[in-house]
């Protein structure tokens, strides 16, 4: 991992690298790219926005997950960003192979990078590597105890693991892989996942069909790998799934499969956007393919229900239809029409996303659950003392909730403007 100085313009890629080669013409090539970081920053901005309000408990509709089955605009925030990696991966190593990288040098840079990733998510999960709160079985816990417990109940799963696996492996699947090829094994990972999670009995049920179990989210086969692989309890090494269940894991390992597949949907549309076709046949391609795959999922979805925790076929069918359509409306805005002034705020995210998110969450984690003071004579967490004291003191729940959501997004925004004007951006 380093800090890099240099243009902005320089740099585009999965996380946070771009290639400095052209594709498709220079002026033509800056012009996507644009694009491309644009939508970028929306994705990230929208991390930001949907995982930090004011109260988890006062929410406008829109910004929270769907309880189960179906999709929000949140619901969107995740696959759209695992979409652009896919687009990203494409000029990244286009642009590699291009300053004369061979494929086994490129080979290698994907695993470090996938595995470099990985573990950014890992440790950002560990952080701040002991226990904050109360310790289970001990009164009056010592600061190793405290230690010894995070052991126990670190998560190892996480939005950055499931990043970084999926752009590791979605970049090897499609290395030299042809277009047909690219959509066959899409087609086949995609059904089996689906056949796997809805005609295999799950085990431990007494031969109870996936599908009678999608509705029971410790019951899906999803849920049974997640405590294979990832709850250690049965070996006294504790629980390292999600602690918003402990029985099953929205970033699971089964449920990564299908999203590997909506970074290989990105990287074909990375082949698309950076083919020497004439924009308005880039457009028009973005336009109808992305159509037709969200009518498809629509339909998958009566059989195979739209999910993100499940992160099912139908889900990341209609989720890479819409992110290619957004994508086109972005290109068509910024790029044909030369509509820009309304980017830079999302430009600025988009060229370091890492820091935003790594950033971002490392705050939270401690304003949220570490830090606590005195307010109105009780301790608190910070974030509880200054979302009361400033927001919800004047302000609807839903409306200061909101207030404190883009405040962050705001604090975020001037930190990553320094950055920009600096010139420094976070690669790995």
């Known amino acids: 991992m380093s800090t890099t100085l240099v243009p902005p313009t320089e740099k585009l890629g999965t996380v946070a690298d771009r290639p400095r080669a052209s594709v498709g013409g220079p002026k033509q090539s800056r012009e996507r790219l644009l694009s491309l970081d644009v939508f970028r920053g ?5 991390m930001l926005l949907v995982n930090d309000p004011g109260t988890w ?8 997950h769907a309880t189960w089955n179906g ?9 759209f960003f695992l979409f652009i990696v896919g687009i990203t991966t494409h000029l990244s190593l286009s642009a590699r192979r291009a300053r004369g990288a061979d494929e086994s040098e490129v080979r290698r840079q994907i695993v470090r990078r996938g595995a470099m990733i990985f573990l950014l998510g890992f440790l950002l999960n560990g952080f701040p590597f002991f226990t904050w709160g109360a310790v289970s079985g001990v009164a009056d816990p010592t600061f190793m105890q405290r230690v010894v417990d995070r052991l126990f109940h670190w998560r190892i799963m996480g939005v950055l693991q499931r990043i970084g696996l999926a752009y590791m492996c979605a970049a090897l699947l499609t290395q030299r892989a042809t277009v047909k090829r690219i959509i066959v094994t899409v ?24 599908g009678l179990l999608l509705d029971v989210p410790s019951g899906t086969m999803a849920a ?11 070996f006294g090494l504790g629980n390292h799934i999600w602690s918003g269940s402990l029985t099953f894991d929205p970033e699971g390992l089964f449920s990564t499969i299908p999203a590997i597949c909506t970074a290989m949907l990105g990287v074909l549309a990375g082949r698309w956007i950076g083919s020497e076709r004439t924009i308005e046949e880039r457009l028009n391609g973005l336009f109808a393919v992305g159509c037709l795959a969200m009518t498809l999922g629509m339909i998958w979805n009566w059989g195979f229900p739209i999910n993100k925790s499940l992160w099912t076929s139908s889900y ?61 004579g009780e301790r608190v967490q910070l974030q509880s ?23 962050f997004v705001g604090l975020w925004f001037c930190i990553l403007l320094v950055l920009y004007r600096r010139k420094i951006f976070l690669k790995v």
């Open 316 to 376: 990341v069918v209609f989720t890479a239809g819409l992110a290619a359509v957004s994508i086109a409306t972005i290109m068509w805005l910024v790029d044909v029409h030369g509509l820009r002034r309304w980017t830079s705020f999302f430009v600025i995210y988009g060229t370091n996303p890492l820091i935003a998110f790594m950033g971002s969450g490392l705050l939270a984690r401690l304003i949220y659950s570490v830090i606590s003071v005195q307010y109105h």
């Open 71 to 79: 999709w929000t605009p949140t619901d969107l925030v995740f696959p």
């Open 57 to 64: 408990s006062a929410i406008y509709p829109p910004l929270e």
């Open 42 to 46: 929306l994705t990230v901005a929208g």
């Open 224 to 234: 049974y790998w997640d405590r294979f692989f990832l709850d250690w309890s049965r």
């Open 187 to 210: 087609g086949a990972l995609l059904v089996g996942y689906w056949l796997a999670m809805t005609v295999l009995p799950v085990p431990g049920t007494n031969g109870t069909l996936g």
């Open 385 to 407: 003392a200054i979302y009361q004291s400033l927001f919800a003191s004047w302000l609807a729940p839903v409306n200061a909730s909101l207030a404190f959501a883009l405040c």
